[in-house]
């Protein structure tokens, strides 16, 4: 089935300590994606990723960090969380730049 | 900046009368621009989107989307609302950047209330 996974789906972690939210996809596409959704705001595109090796900043990637070194994954790096990253984040993934993209079930996280 | 406004947070309708979603976005260049649902709990879900050609697109669940360039509008519509189209709606524009690549900037969503 084609799909993107995230882990996990729920964290609860504390400040500072160093958390990675995995997100995989099984359709070969080049162009990946994180958001963080919160309320009233919508979704917030934190890093995009064109393909391997090429990641790019969204409007909000501050206290967040990406790798793309293969081209399934793309995992998402809190390197020193605070309670202000608590958040609804979701992987995507699309073909092209320029398609649809299909999302992951989302990963709520609260840094305490 | 690109930017992708729903003036609505929120549009009741009863079930059976024609629904719309509004959408309105700035940008400079051509836009892409889609719909998305996202049901309680679920990640998103594409329902449709124009890339080019006739303004007037059709998507998944009997939705469509119209284009107007003039009023740089992508209003979603549904000529008759089911209880099961109740979800949190989001418009979406992607923009040539940087040679190529390509950020998504959403709205802030549209709580669709179907009342029985």
């Known amino acids: 089935e084609a799909q993107v996974t995230q882990n996990p789906r729920y964290l609860i972690t504390v400040t500072g300590k160093k958390l990675t939210v995995t997100c995989s996809q099984n359709?070969?596409?080049?162009?990946m994606s994180w958001y963080r959704q919160d309320p009233g705001l919508g979704l917030r595109q934190i890093y995009y990723?064109?393909?391997?090796?090429?990641?790019d900043k969204g409007d909000v990637p501050e206290g967040y960090k990406v790798s793309r070194k293969e081209k399934r994954n793309f995992p998402l790096i809190l390197e020193s969380p605070s309670p202000n990253q608590t958040s609804l984040y979701f992987c995507?993934?699309?073909?092209?730049?320029?398609?649809?993209?299909?999302f992951g079930p989302g990963t709520r996280l609260t840094v305490l | 900046a690109q930017s992708v406004a729903q003036p609505e947070d929120q549009v009741n309708v009863a079930e059976g009368n024609p629904l719309t979603v509004k959408c309105t976005y700035s940008?400079?260049?051509?836009?892409?621009l889609f719909w998305y649902v996202q049901y309680p709990n679920r990640g998103l879900q594409f329902l449709l989107k124009?890339?080019?050609?006739?303004?007037l697109v059709k998507g998944s669940y009997g939705f469509e989307a119209e284009f107007n360039k003039s009023q740089t509008s992508f209003h979603l519509k549904k000529p008759s609302a089911l209880v099961s189209d109740s979800a949190l709606y989001f418009c979406?524009?992607?923009?040539?950047?940087?040679?190529?690549?390509?950020?998504?900037?959403f709205g802030t969503g549209t709580k669709l209330q179907v009342i029985p």
């Open positions: 995507a993934s699309s073909p092209q730049y320029t398609d649809t993209q299909y």
């Open positions: 359709m070969n596409h080049e162009y």
């Open positions: 990723s064109m393909n391997v090796e090429v990641t």
């Open positions: 940008v400079s260049g051509n836009p892409y």
């Open positions: 124009y890339i080019t050609g006739d303004n």
């Open positions: 979406a524009v992607r923009v040539p950047f940087r040679g190529g690549y390509q950020k998504v900037t």
